[in-house]
């Protein structure tokens, strides 16, 4: 390795983090201001919190227990431990904590901003992401929770699916509650006690989406190995229990509570686009009563074309004692969590669906002493609301028109010395190769007809 | 200390990093959208980056040569190094080696991003900020940078600044390095080949604004104590030197080709909002070329009400050498960024400067029985695009007018039983306190001359 290639830096990126152009940006703002005005409708207030708490207020990710450590960035500062937050749900019992004597009780809030996970990155997997999330928090109505799922459906629709695109799946953590007092009582093999099984119990259940219920049978019981060979430890239920599980998850009607409570709200906003699925688990221990989940009927691909296993595009649940973390407040809450860059990518495989993207029509450079003809021109074009720009560089013609293809641009204008002494800009439609002659008075007005 | 207490977690934020409300935000918004509106009719791409580049990639960040080794927030990955950016301009520089081959050139990007500082926090000193920047690529025309100034003056021009509340400084890192030249053949007694000893000078004169001239002067000289007793080391330049110096950025007008080809540019843009400052030095190493500074001519005071020090909003410049550092490219660039969080901070200050700011009408909840009569009036209300919610929780009428209170609700809807018997809910107006019964089919109308 020679001396000037060693000290070249890196141009890549670290996996996990990519690069995101206009295409996509321009969707993400469309579905952001849309988020945005529903949150005023329905009275949610905007907050903003900082990337970096002190990483003990924010308490320890634990999405995956194969890998305890890691799940967040941190760094040491000073004595202290900070981390980049992995949701906007630990900071907002942080802020309630902090601020609670100023907030309204109840505190609807709204947030929008990018979430880290230090995971292993994979295909699709990214260590960064934007996350929009709307709280109520210091309420136990459970017509909070109604009105998230409602909400979330405004705002898809808004976004342009059809009803028929997407579900808000349903279940409670009251029912797995239930199921775990049913084992405590008749098993008697597996120690039930222990906090650590069932998390893998609940673990297991949440894959019933991605590997069905044979695989999750054997993640129950002894274990599960996987095409690769690896092998993963069961939660080791006996498999008389494993029998209760299936039997209470694959029931169709809710007998808890809270959820018949909520379907009443259903009806009473007319809202019908959900169904109850008690398998939904939502991997967060936090959970106390009802849990959501978005999901989308529509194929999506992956960029080899092949349809994926899209899963969820969000969701969330009632989560009475996070904020308890902190000291003894009365602050019980429930929230809904949208992937914003999960939703971006499945809009855009939807053939229907288009974001307008401006692309500025060019004025060519012919002589730099004319520059001031040009940016008369320009000024015309951009008062008239029309994306324009004069070719940034000094090169020749056949350059400009390479670049004024490269993006994309609608028309170029060609006013050379003599277009210049007759008052009269040529301009050339790209995707027809068109040209015409014009007046600087006929320029807007010609121009917005291609464009 | 009992152990319950031990365990609770900080509900304080670290160090240089806050939480932003809802006023503030909004202004953000504003701010943000119109710069995304001038960046469209300016033909820039959007472009967004991720926050973690490999450290090689981005390079050191040495604003402040007292702490070489901090400045950024760094994390061991595997084997290699990733930072968090410290600003948008070295990640475009990756984008634009990595995408060379791919991107139009000249390449026009825009930026909206957060940007992390590892800096000791002060006073108004944020370790996390949001900064817009927008950029050529790949052109060494100085239309582009001319344009620059005149675009971000269109973007505080749509933020409703007036021309006489800001002006662009502009001067060229051309006098500095002539500077340079003319004290090397003076010189006999200072080593000033060393890189070292430049940096020190520039970063000396880049303290004109904050410290003036007297104090400045000690810092090219032997040093310089401040009124805390502590003594900054100098460059340590003869007192010819210091005069030499000290004469030329006096200067009022430029004597350098490429600032007298752009103040002709801006001569046939009709721009005036800009001066002549040689003193403008921006800290950055990386500058070839025309530099910018944008700076806010009204007071604007901290939060114990005392006029601050402003200084500047943003600024940029030339740098045509900065992608070179990935290879060989024909990459000469300008970019100019904005500090949003600073710009924010500003317009919030001026008296005449509103951002609306909806809040909700506020349901009461008098049983929950008639929870779908309440859903009703605010499905009418909400769908005429007026905030509506009804009250999040169960608690008594005093509590619900506290809550419709504290959160500014213009109205709030009584709809008990009698009410709705009768079809006639009661509306009340929270600043003048009125209360009037009206049918259904006069809410809309008579909320919208409430609110």
Redesign the interface.
Known sequence: MTKEKKN???????LG??????EE??VR?FIISNI?EVM????F??????????S????KFLPDKDRPDEGV???Q?EK?W?SLRYDLTAPLA??V???YLEI???F?RYQLG?V?R?EKPGPGRF??FLQFDAD?V????L??DA?LCVMISEILEKCELRKEEYIIKISSRKITEELFKKIYKSDTLSNLDSSEQKLAVLRALDKIDRLGWDSVKQLLGKGRKDKSGDFTKGANLSSLNIEIIEKELKKKTPETEDLLEIFK?FK??GFTNFEFDPSIIRGLEYYTGPTFEVNLKFDVKNNKGQVIQFGSIGGGGRYDNLVN???NFDAPATGISIGLDRLVYALMQKKEFKVKQ???V?ICVFDKNS??EY?NLQKIL?DA??????Y???SKLKKQME?AN??KAPVVILYGENEIMSGKPTIKNLSSGNEKSITINELVNEIKKII
């Open positions: 070249k830096p890196s141009k890549e990126l670290p983090f990519v690069d995101r152009k206009e940006l321009l703002d945005k005023i409708k329905y009275g207030q905007y907050l903003e919190t900082p990337s970096f708490e002190y003990d207020s924010i308490g960035f941190s760094f500062d202290k900070l942080r802020y904590a902090k601020n309204p009780k109840p609807k990018t880290w230090n260590r960064e109520f210091g309420t136990k109505s017509q909070a009105e709200l009473d906003y973390n902190f000291g401006s692309k500025p060019v520059m001031k940016i951009r609301g029309i994306s324009t720009e004069i940034p560089g000094e670049y490269k993006i």
